[in-house]
């Protein structure tokens, strides 16, 4: 068979194997409604009186922020008042899958207890994986 310049057309290549995995990567991040998964992340930002910390909680169906946080301290009371806010802001229901890296914050006894409280799943990245 030709294809409109004339020459053969070759017959259909098969998917390479990463732009499949990144395909079901990418299906796993797409939702059908808000508050089933909702990822979290905290940067910093340097200001004239030091550093100050930002825990911000998106969540993946709409990409809103749904809570956020900021503190001169980069402790697990940064991300807990992000997500008490969150939870105030959307009151998901059970099962709402958390996604963070692994940082002493999100690993902190006390955040897991207020995700398991809530009946949120937590997940977490792969140790020394880099979402970028």
């Avoid at 990463?18 to 079901?24: K, P, Q």
């Avoid at 809103?64 to 980069?74: D, E, F, I």
């Avoid at 009151?91 to 899958?97: R, S, Y």
Wanted: proline share 6%; with cysteine.
């Amino acid at each position: 068979m030709q294809n409109a310049h004339g020459s053969e057309r070759s017959p259909r290549a098969e998917i390479p194997p990463i732009l499949s995995r990144l395909i079901s990567y990418i299906g796993n991040l797409l939702q059908r409604a808000p508050n089933e998964k909702w990822v979290t992340a905290i940067t910093y930002i340097p200001t004239m009186q030091g550093w100050l910390y930002l825990a911000v909680i998106l969540d993946l169906y709409s990409r809103m922020v749904v809570g956020w946080s900021m503190s001169g301290n980069c402790d697990e009371k940064l991300v807990e008042h992000a997500l008490d806010q969150a939870l105030a802001r959307r009151c998901p229901q059970a099962g709402l899958l958390h996604h963070s890296d692994r940082g002493s914050q999100y690993t902190s006894q006390a955040y897991q207890a207020c995700l398991e409280r809530s009946g949120i799943q937590p997940s977490m990245s792969r140790k020394g994986r880099c979402p970028g």
